[in-house]
Nanobody, 121 residues
């Protein structure tokens, strides 16, 4: 089973991007789907996560109100809609799955290869 994140790119501050995460192989719909990001020289940080029922998603305070996480269990897809992007959002974004929601990346079981998001000022 592998995860593939896509949708990154270069965008101006204030712009939007939609990241997608596709799973090759079987990902149980009951698993938590999440997004983390890592900027150069920094640790990987939590962005957002969602349980299988889609209710009460969790967001980092730095992205709350600007980013929206969603999922399509039938298609094994996950999404991260990013609006009002800021230069500090520049990072490689990773999708992940796990058994429960955690801000700790080591608690997740499987990772995609990441997609680079660059926000210019």
């Amino acid at each position: 089973v592998q995860l593939q994140a896509s949708g990154g790119g270069l965008v101006q501050a204030g712009g939007s991007l939609r990241l997608s995460c596709a799973a090759s192989g079987r990902i149980f719909s009951s698993q938590v789907k999440g997004w983390f990001r890592q900027a150069p020289g920094k640790e990987r940080e939590f962005v957002a996560a969602m349980r299988s029922n889609g209710r009460e998603p969790y967001y980092a305070s730095s992205v709350k109100g600007r980013f929206t996480i969603s999922r399509d269990n039938a298609k094994n897809l996950g999404y991260l809609q990013m609006n009002s992007l800021r230069p500090e959002d520049t990072a490689t974004y990773y999708c992940t799955v796990g058994s429960y929601i955690s801000y700790d990346p080591t608690r997740y079981d499987l990772w995609g290869q990441g997609t680079l998001v660059t926000v210019s000022s």
